[in-house]
């Protein structure tokens, strides 16, 4: 308290038994199973980086732009003053700058642009420390970061679009390609009849020289100020992948209308819109026919976003429900030496750290499987999906166990805490929501054996550790053995 404040000394305003400010936070130094598992994981080389990278995310400050950028959620602005389309979104200062940092961290891309073992694990340690402060700016990172694989299968593309997406700078500018300094790739598969079931995409495109004309709606289009969408359309040969850049190569702005933006539950920060695709152009990535193929890898690599993604959502609870209760006194005790307290915070920290060391395991099998590793990548291919679905589907729960470790003041919108309370479902449902990964585990397990011998061998590891979880293991090994062949299936957008 400021004794020099008129009010201080007002004996109802002398406030006590409350925690201090949490203040700037090195999110990578004081964490423990952070640091560690990026060691075991490979990733070690990447530990100047991150370290500066967590001190700097870290600071109030940007905290307080990221309170910003989710108070003060983007715009459309579909027409300018004399009715001309225009198809902007106006985002608040604050969203900018968060850009700024991420982009210049090597969030979208130090994976691409550091090609060692551990690149991929240092590229979630730092995504993962930053989603701890603000969750809409990671999208956009997620999305470049994963439409690399799929440019890469047309080189031509790939020459134009990769040096801008491997930029650190942020260039937030609505100009052709060749004048921007960095650029980002967001990708449109869903649409209103079908989101899971891409197949029922309706969405045609026909040939036009070069390239192809689309025809069509998107129903949910997140950071729709990129400059280039990898969507989904019908060809005659079926259904293909498509790069659709906001500028044409003549210069023209491209026909794609920005109808609204989705008023969202959380990730306020990130728009989400609504596009319709006239006459639109586009160029073909992959071959003709193959679009679910080819557009996999993105999802591949949005999925390991969402892992990590909630696994940081979990870790920023953690931490404000054990400073909290670090500092407060109930029934004569501060809150965490009280005995049910401790088993509370027992339990987010074990599954917060066990989350964490997931995903980084995750990051490992990807970093393996590049150099053509197959049992990693049959690994990467089924423990993604897995690890996905298990502390997405988990991260709800757990930020709302942390918020009740606050009691009232964890409600309350100056927390931190509703806000990761909001964020933490998003995760789930994208990217393949609960049930089409369950499938798409055992399509996986289906097709490939591989899957399976991977998966078991790494799960094996830990037999003789407790009984419980061995017999578990002979009960997994017993019902992997009679999988059952399920119907088609798509990616989940
Ligand atoms: C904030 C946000 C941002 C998004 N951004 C994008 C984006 O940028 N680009 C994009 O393309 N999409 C985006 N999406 C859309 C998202 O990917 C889809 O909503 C998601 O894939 C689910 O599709 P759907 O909404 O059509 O639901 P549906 O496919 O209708 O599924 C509804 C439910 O049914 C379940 N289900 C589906 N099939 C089966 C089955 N065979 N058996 C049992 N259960 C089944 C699903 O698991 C789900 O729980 C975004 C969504 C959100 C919330």
């Known amino acids: 308290m400021n004794p020099r404040h008129p009010i201080a000394n007002l004996p109802t305003h002398e406030v006590t038994n409350m925690p201090p400010h949490l203040g700037d936070q090195d999110l990578w130094t004081t964490d423990v199973a952070l640091k560690q598992g990026v060691a075991r994981e490979g990733g070690d080389w990447a530990t100047s980086h991150l370290a500066k990278f967590g001190r700097q995310a870290g600071r109030q400050e940007v905290f307080e732009l990221a309170d910003q950028a989710n108070r003060f959620s983007p715009e459309l602005?579909?027409?300018?003053?004399?009715?001309?389309?225009?198809?902007?979104?106006?985002?608040?200062?604050?969203?900018?700058?968060?850009?700024?940092?991420?982009?210049?961290?090597?969030?979208?891309?130090?994976?691409?642009?550091?090609?060692?073992?551990g690149a991929h694990v240092a590229h979630a340690a730092l995504n993962y420390m930053f989603n701890q402060v603000e969750g809409g700016v990671v999208c956009p990172m997620a999305m470049t970061y994963a439409?690399?694989?799929?440019?890469?299968?047309?080189?031509?593309?790939?020459?134009?679009?990769?040096?801008?997406?491997l930029s650190t700078q942020y260039d937030s500018r609505d100009i052709p390609l060749a004048e921007k300094t960095g650029a980002q790739v967001g990708m449109f598969m869903t649409e209103k009849q079908g989101g899971s079931d891409v197949r029922a995409n309706s969405t045609k495109a026909v040939r036009d020289g070069d390239?192809?004309?689309?025809?069509?709606?998107?129903?949910?289009?997140?950071?729709?100020?990129?400059?280039?969408?990898?969507?989904?359309?019908?060809?005659?040969?079926?259904?293909?992948?498509?790069?659709?850049?906001r500028?044409?190569?003549?210069?023209?702005r491209n026909t794609l209308f920005l109808q609204r933006l989705k008023d969202k539950l959380g990730n306020k920060s990130n728009a989400s819109s609504e596009m319709e695709l006239q006459n639109t152009w586009g160029v073909m990535i992959g071959p003709d026919g193959?679009?679910?193929?080819t557009i996999i890898?993105?999802?591949?690599?949005?999925?390991?976003?969402c892992a990590f993604g909630s696994a940081a959502l979990m870790r920023q609870g953690l931490v404000q429900a054990l400073h909290h209760t670090a500092h407060r006194t109930a029934f004569q005790k501060k809150l965490i030496d009280q005995p049910l307290m401790r088993n509370v915070l027992a339990d987010l920290a074990i599954e917060s750290e066990a989350a964490t060391c997931l995903s980084l395991r995750l990051g490992r099998a990807t970093d393996q499987s590049e150099t053509g590793d197959q049992q990693a990548a049959a690994l990467a291919r089924i423990g993604t999906a897995v690890g996905k679905y298990w502390i997405c589907k988990r991260a709800p729960n757990h930020t709302f166990e942390a918020m009740e470790c606050h009691g009232g003041p964890g409600y309350?919108?100056?927390?931190?805490?509703?806000?990761?309370?909001?964020?933490?479902?998003?995760?789930?449902?994208?990217?393949?929501?609960?049930?089409?990964?369950?499938?798409?585990?055992?399509?996986?397990?289906?097709?490939?054996?591989?899957?399976?011998?991977?998966?078991?061998?790494?799960?094996?590891?830990?037999?003789?550790?407790?009984?419980?979880?061995?017999?578990?293991?002979?009960?997994?090994?017993?019902?992997l053995n009679d999988i059952p062949p399920i119907l088609s299936c798509g990616p989940g957008a």
Not at 154 to 163: N, Q
Not at 216 to 237: E, I, Q, R, V
Not at 247 to 252: E, F, H, I, K, R
Request: aromatic content about 10%; glycine content about 8%.
């Open 77 to 117: 602005k579909a027409f300018d003053r004399y009715g001309m389309r225009i198809n902007q979104v106006e985002f608040h200062p604050a969203y900018h700058a968060l850009h700024e940092i991420t982009v210049s961290g090597g969030l979208p891309n130090f994976a691409w642009n550091n090609t060692r073992p």
């Open 147 to 165: 439409a690399v694989p799929a440019l890469k299968t047309t080189p031509a593309i790939a020459d134009e679009w990769l040096p801008k997406l």
């Open 211 to 245: 390239g192809y004309r689309l025809t069509g709606h998107k129903f949910f289009c997140s950071a729709p100020m990129s400059d280039a969408f990898l969507t989904l359309a019908y060809t005659k040969n079926g259904l293909s992948c498509f790069l659709v850049p």
């Open 247 to 252: 500028w044409t190569p003549d210069g023209q």
């Open 290 to 293: 193959r679009g679910i193929r």
């Open 297 to 305: 890898d993105m999802v591949q690599g949005t999925r390991f976003y």
């Open 412 to 479: 309350v919108e100056e927390s931190i805490m509703p806000r990761l309370f909001r964020e933490s479902p998003v995760n789930s449902i994208w990217e393949g929501s609960g049930n089409v990964i369950c499938l798409d585990v055992l399509r996986a397990l289906h097709k490939d054996p591989q899957t399976r011998e991977a998966y078991l061998a790494e799960v094996e590891l830990a037999l003789g550790g407790n009984v419980h979880l061995d017999k578990a293991l002979v009960e997994l090994k017993d019902a």
